[in-house]
Antibody, heavy 116, light 112 residues
Framework: QVHLMESGGGVVQPGRSLRLSCAASGFIFRDFVMHWVRQAPGKGLEWVAV????????NYADSVKGRFTISRDNPKNTLYLQMNSLRVEDTAAYYC?????????WGQGTLVTVSS | DIVMTQTPLSLSVTPGQPASISCKSSQSLLYSNGKTYLYWYLQKPGQSPQLLIYEVSSRFSGVPDRFSGSGSGTDFTLKISRVEAEDVGVYYCMQGIYFPRTFGQGTKVEIK
């Protein structure tokens, strides 16, 4: 069955970097567009970034543009989110999600806390 | 950006009774291919969001038929015909026609 597992979250100081990973299994990873969505504590869902099948097409939310980079390694069935120049307002649970029937499968999320 | 506005923001429902959530978008979600890219998600307490309804009215695999979606253009509704205890959580609508993808604020459903 489809499984997405995020990792790489943690506590980091403002201005520092972090890389999230999302390991995919149970489906042909290269055949699906992939996204990152985040949720600040007690808040709603915010779309972060999308990447096309082969990694050539990408799009970002204005709030992260220029600081975050989405990428993928299809042979490794893994999605990434490189987060640079982190801000306190980036504190959130980060979910990877597959675009099948829209966001049809989600990972369990990884928590990123940006704090001094 | 397309703004998605949900009402109400909270709902308390007696088990077995119906519930309805409205979602309005600031622009039409009808694409040139005739499809309307409006989705509904449920985030149960402590869990990741899960897809309920895609393209306005199609139930995702495994979603009970007490959930139904309707609407067109900019006005959409999610209905639960008979609320059960397992339906508690926060419901979100989302538009999938433009980037950035945008979600409604969420509607918290609780059981009376």
């Amino acid at each position: 069955q489809v499984h997405l597992m995020e990792s790489g979250g943690g506590v980091v100081q403002p201005g520092r970097s972090l890389r999230l990973s999302c390991a995919a299994s149970g489906f042909i990873f290269r055949d699906f567009v992939m996204h990152w969505v985040r949720q600040a504590p007690g808040k709603g869902l915010e779309w972060v970034a999308v990447i096309g099948y082969d990694g050539s097409d990408k799009n970002y939310a204005d709030s992260v543009k220029g600081r975050f980079t989405i990428s993928r390694d299809n042979p490794k069935n893994t999605l990434y989110l490189q987060m640079n120049s982190l801000r306190v307002e980036d504190t959130a649970a980060y979910y990877c999600t597959r675009e099948g029937r829209s966001f049809d499968y989600w990972g369990q999320g990884t928590l990123v806390t940006v704090s001094s | 950006d397309i703004v998605m506005t949900q009402t109400p923001l909270s709902l308390s429902v007696t088990p077995g009774q119906p519930a309805s959530i409205s979602c309005k978008s600031s622009q039409s979600l009808l694409y040139s291919n005739g499809k309307t890219y409006l989705y509904w998600y449920l985030q149960k307490p402590g869990q990741s969001p899960q897809l309920l309804i895609y393209e306005v009215s199609s139930r995702f695999s495994g979603v009970p038929d007490r959930f139904s979606g309707s609407g067109s253009g900019t006005d959409f509704t999610l209905k639960i015909s008979r609320v059960e205890a397992e339906d508690v959580g926060v419901y979100y609508c989302m538009q999938g026609i433009y980037f950035p993808r945008t979600f409604g604020q969420g509607t918290k459903v609780e059981i009376k």
